[in-house]
């Protein structure tokens, strides 16, 4: 594989991995039973979903954009 | 002659940088009926939404979802169709669609932020709200997929989408000396057209395309199941709530997109690039989704009166022979119209761009006209509790926000017509 596929994986694994971990744990509430434990577990949880999908597809100009060799 | 070839030789092409008396007054016009839209829209947030037509549910005997959210969704659902008819051509190489790819992508853009603007303009504390769904929003909700998928992914994911395939043109505008030329050499970022880059640019966008239609899927989905999820709702809560929205939102999208076609094709002079091959592809593409949505509306139809609940019984009523009948009826007229119209050009295999055009108009109205009725009367007539019949009447300030989107939408497109080559330059323009 060329550095630009790469590095393109490594750009779009990176925002796939935030948009799964922050689905899946971080945004999770503590408990369903009070107001006090119904946040997501890290604060702006959703926020960082929503970064890991702008990084995902960034990935996708970074392919286009780069000039490094094989 | 001379220097007339020599000045012809300088213009950019489609007319970009030169601005006619036409143009300008369609600017001009667009700036005002914004400015009126972004008075109504300070009256609103100085005044709260007392000032429009929204009311409470129940008690309040309103809709508190109504025009703004209502447009919301036609927005979002015009967005369905550039990134769709662009990704179409990547995917399956449909080249007499490669005219139009661009100008999708741009609609697919434009309309997205408009959707976004149309729901913060329903929000009294828009700021807020954007700031508390990001610290607290949870995927699990449609309305946190709602605004992630569709406004932060869909849109940025498009604009990736569009850059990649502008590359290009850019590197060859940005070879001619012109006001723009700074802007060129900056989005073309080097660009360099080589058979290897052009392979690196037709893999990355179709990878694009790839990732982007079944996130298109989920997006649509999503914004139906805003509605579709909720129990306590007749006429919302629904399986056919998801798939009705993405395919509604095929209709009219590819109903702007044939609409804006004939605009670019009459303005740019490109007659010959966008040809009535072209607009029958779209006509063919729409005419298929249009039947689906078809489909859908009589099963709709059979469910809500074969023996409906008591609180469906209501709703129904007042779609089908009430308050809301004219537009129900009036709806069904435009998309059987825009059917019938279609099915007959397509039968006869003599398609033209004004049926083409027609039927886009008519399935705008009848979509818009759906997407009414799909936000309002549900708040108004589908009450689990005994509350009274209520009413909503969506007044100046709503219409003069709505209008003010439209506009702004448009000066969008016409500034980026002013700018950069809304069709893909062919090999004869460099």
Redesign the interface.
């Known amino acids: 594989m060329t550095t630009?596929g790469w590095i393109t994986t490594a750009i779009a694994v990176v925002g796939v991995g935030l948009m799964v971990v922050?689905?899946l744990f971080w945004?999770?509430?503590a408990c369903n039973t009070t107001v006090a434990c119904s946040?997501?577990r890290v604060?702006?949880a959703?926020?960082i979903?929503?970064l890991g999908?702008?990084i995902?597809?960034?990935a996708?100009?970074f392919?286009?954009?780069y000039?490094g060799g094989k | 002659m001379t220097t007339e070839t020599m000045t012809t030789k300088r213009e950019l092409p489609q007319g970009i940088g030169r601005l006619s008396t036409g143009w300008i007054a369609f600017f001009a016009a667009m700036v005002a009926v914004t400015v009126v839209g972004l008075y109504a829209y300070f009256q609103q947030l100085g005044n709260g939404l007392i000032v429009t037509g929204l009311r409470d549910l129940g008690t309040g005997g309103g809709a508190t979802w109504g025009l703004y959210v209502a447009y919301y969704v036609y927005f979002i659902g015009v967005s369905f169709a550039g990134i769709t008819v662009a990704a179409l051509i990547r995917i399956f190489k449909i080249e007499k669609l490669e005219p139009v790819a661009r100008m999708g992508e741009l609609l697919t853009v434009v309309s997205l932020i408009l959707g976004a603007l149309a729901i913060l303009a329903d929000l009294e504390h828009p700021w807020r709200a954007i700031v508390n769904l990001f610290e607290f929003g949870r995927p699990q909700s449609p309305f946190f997929g709602t605004f992630s998928m569709v406004i932060a992914g869909y849109l940025f994911a498009s604009l990736v989408y569009l850059y990649v395939t502008s590359r290009r043109d850019a590197a060859r505008l940005a070879l001619q000396p012109s006001r723009f030329q700074g802007l060129y050499r900056f989005l073309a970022a080097g660009y360099e057209d080589t058979p290897e880059q052009r392979r690196i640019d037709r893999r990355a966008t179709f990878w694009l395309a790839i990732a982007i239609l079944p996130l298109l899927v989920i997006a649509h989905s999503t914004v139906g199941f805003v509605f579709g999820l909720q129990v306590g709702r007749p006429g919302w809560f629904g399986s056919l709530q998801a798939p009705g929205f993405v395919v509604l939102a095929g209709v009219s999208g590819i109903g702007n997109l044939i609409m804006l076609a004939a605009i670019v094709r009459w303005a740019t002079k490109t007659e010959k690039r966008i040809t009535v091959d072209a607009f029958a592809w779209l006509a063919k593409l729409l005419l298929g989704l249009l039947l689906v949505y078809l489909y859908f509306t009589a099963v709709e139809i059979l469910t809500i009166t074969y023996q409906a609940s008591a609180a469906e019984q209501v709703l129904s009523d007042a779609l089908l022979k009430g308050t809301y009948a004219w537009i129900f009826w009036g709806a069904i007229v435009s998309l059987v119209a825009a059917a019938v119209l279609l099915t007959w050009k397509a039968l006869t295999r003599r398609w033209t761009i004004a049926a083409a055009v027609a039927a886009g108009i008519l399935v705008n109205i009848g979509a818009v006209a759906k997407r009414y009725l799909i936000v309002v009367p549900s708040q108004t007539h589908g009450q689990l509790l005994p509350y009274p019949i209520g009413s909503y009447t969506p007044n100046w300030v709503e219409f003069a926000v709505v209008f003010g989107l439209f506009s702004l939408g448009a000066i969008m497109i016409g500034v980026f017509m002013k700018v950069f080559p809304i069709v893909p330059l062919e090999e004869a323009e460099q």
């Open positions: 630009r922050s689905y945004t999770t509430p946040n997501p604060p702006f959703a926020g979903f929503v999908v702008l995902a597809f960034s996708g100009a392919y286009s954009v000039k």
